[in-house]
């Protein structure tokens, strides 16, 4: 999505006639929709590289007006990457530590989602994050920043809430929200789920592809 709009308002030569977005697709099968953890603390979940552009730096912040309003969760947040160190200070001085966890890099994605009562995801920047597909494939309530393909893949109010970048007030209220309403978490979580089935597979992926071909004037063997 980045990229078509970099490429309409280019000044090169080269500036595309048509663009065309093949979203992401995935496994929908791998990644199975588990009931909602009921035990012990809420979970949050935020699965991304530990880069400037994913801004777990506003997730903290929001963990610390969560904290101070008095909810009991915790935050595990997924990757690797160079802003390991500073997030974890941060963390640190805030007084979150116990809250707060990094869990560095992780094969075994499907089973923290699933442990997960829903996930987080705070970009400045996106294409089709695979975290917010991966959520709902397996049956989980995503907030998430208004950036990129988010918009097509969460339908506010009904897979999950979608904010503004600029929004920390209203990102800290959404996902106090979920925190507070297990019902809500659930349904919205189901909502995902058949959205994924629907939309996120690996034949729609195909189809899409092709049909992106077939526009620029290729043909089937076949035709």
Same mark, same amino acid.
């Given at each position: 999505?980045?990229?078509?709009?970099?490429?309409?308002?280019?000044?090169? +030569? @080269?500036?595309?006639?048509?663009?065309?977005? +093949?979203?992401? =697709?995935? $496994?929908?099968?791998?990644? %199975?929709? *588990?009931?909602?953890?009921?035990?012990?603390?809420?979970?949050?979940? =935020?699965? =991304?590289? *530990? @880069?400037?552009?994913?801004?777990? $730096? %506003?997730?903290?912040?929001?963990?610390?007006? *969560?904290? /101070? %309003?008095?909810?009991?969760?915790?935050? %595990?947040?997924?990757? $690797?990457?160079?802003?390991?160190?500073?997030?974890?200070?941060?963390? /640190?001085?805030?007084? *979150?530590?116990?809250?707060?966890?990094f869990v560095g890099h992780a094969d075994d994605v499907p089973r923290l989602i699933g442990e997960a009562t829903f996930l987080v995801h705070t970009s400045d920047k996106e294409g089709c994050p695979n975290a917010v597909m991966e959520a709902m494939a397996c049956g989980r309530a995503v907030v998430a920043t208004k950036v990129g393909a988010v918009p097509l893949l969460v339908e506010d109010g009904t897979t999950g809430f979608v904010v503004r970048c600029d929004d920390d007030a209203l990102l800290m209220e959404r996902i106090a929200t979920l925190i507070c309403d297990h019902d809500l978490c659930s349904a919205m979580g189901k909502a995902g789920r058949v959205k994924a089935e629907v939309e996120f597979g690996l034949e729609r992926l195909v189809s899409d592809t092709f049909a992106a071909y077939r526009s620029a004037g290729w043909q089937d063997a076949q035709s």
């Open positions: 999505y980045a990229a078509v709009e970099a490429a309409q308002h280019s000044k090169s +030569v @080269f500036v595309p006639r048509n663009c065309l977005v +093949v979203r992401n =697709g995935l $496994d929908v099968e791998h990644f %199975r929709s *588990l009931p909602l953890p009921v035990n012990g603390k809420v979970q949050v979940v =935020g699965i =991304g590289s *530990l @880069f400037p552009v994913k801004r777990w $730096d %506003r997730l903290t912040l929001a963990a610390l007006a *969560l904290k /101070q %309003r008095g909810l009991d969760f915790n935050i %595990r947040i997924v990757g $690797d990457g160079p802003l390991q160190a500073s997030l974890e200070q941060q963390a /640190q001085v805030l007084g *979150l530590a116990k809250c707060v966890e």
